[in-house]
T-cell receptor, first 115, second 115 residues
Framework: DAMVIQNPRYQVTQFGKPVTLSCSQT?????MYWYQQKSSQAPKLLFH???????NEADTPDNFQSRRPNTSFCFLDIRSPGLGDAAMYLC??????????????FGNGTRLTVT | KQEVTQIPAALSVPEGENLVLNCSFT??????LQWFRQDPGKGLTSLLL?????REQTSGRLNASLDKSSGRSTLYIAASQPGDSATYLC??????????????FGQGTILTVHP
């Protein structure tokens, strides 16, 4: 009954080789988020989509891009991964933003290793 | 900009103890606050969401309280079990400005419950 599904669970890529992580949801939520979580750190928001409206965090590197072709799917593209991009990438959804009863639902994450 | 702090950073207790995890936030104009659990190498599981109009929320052995005026939330775990061992994160949204709705996470409390 997984509601936010991330694939793959583990991803290994080479330094500088583009990689795409995927996220799908069965909740029909309007908002999808990508977070980066490095070891022993809090998750850090990279960007989010409200429907098709893309919202980039000011400190998200240009190396990170995202696509949301439809309500159910959202992709994270890392154009030229560096060693510092090795992290857990978490996808989350919520029904709306800014409403008290709209919790975030997370997927299980994709652990990215850069060699 | 919302800042979230969690104390303690780590906690080790014997099975059966009742315990309290603390979370403080700087911007009290929040519309909700959410507590998550994260098992090693996994994504985040939502435990409780407290809306700004609520003071408490309960789920099983978990009880979360919210005091907006003092910028504090606590997560109370009754009769702790080894299966409760995990990292517990609280997250509060930015309630205004260009980062409206962005969820800011605390660093988490690493809980170990030993038999």
């Amino acid at each position: 009954d997984a509601m936010v599904i991330q694939n793959p669970r583990y991803q290994v890529t080479q330094f500088g080789k583009p990689v795409t992580l995927s996220c799908s949801q069965t909740l029909n939520h309007n908002v999808m988020y990508w977070y980066q979580q490095k070891s022993s750190q809090a998750p850090k928001l990279l960007f989010h989509y409200y429907d098709k409206d893309f919202n980039n965090e000011a400190d998200t590197p240009d190396n990170f891009q995202s696509r949301r072709p439809n309500t159910s799917f959202c992709f994270l593209d890392i154009r030229s991964p560096g060693l510092g991009d090795a992290a857990m990438y978490l996808c989350a959804t919520s029904r709306v933003v800014g409403v008290g009863n709209s919790p975030l639902h997370f997927g299980n994450g994709t652990r990215l290793t850069v060699t | 900009k919302q800042e979230v702090t969690q104390i303690p950073a780590a906690l080790s207790v014997p099975e059966g103890e009742n315990l309290v995890l603390n979370c403080s936030f700087t911007d009290s104009a929040i519309y909700n606050l959410q507590w998550f659990r994260q098992d090693p190498g996994k994504g985040l599981t939502s435990l409780l969401l407290i809306q700004s109009s609520q003071r408490e929320q309960t789920s099983g052995r978990l009880n979360a309280s919210l005091d907006k005026s003092s910028g504090r939330s606590t997560l109370y775990i009754a009769a702790s079990q080894p299966g409760d061992s995990a990292t517990y994160l609280c997250a509060a949204p930015n309630a205004g400005g260009t980062s409206y709705g962005k969820l800011t996470f605390g660093q988490g409390t690493i809980l170990t419950v030993h038999p």
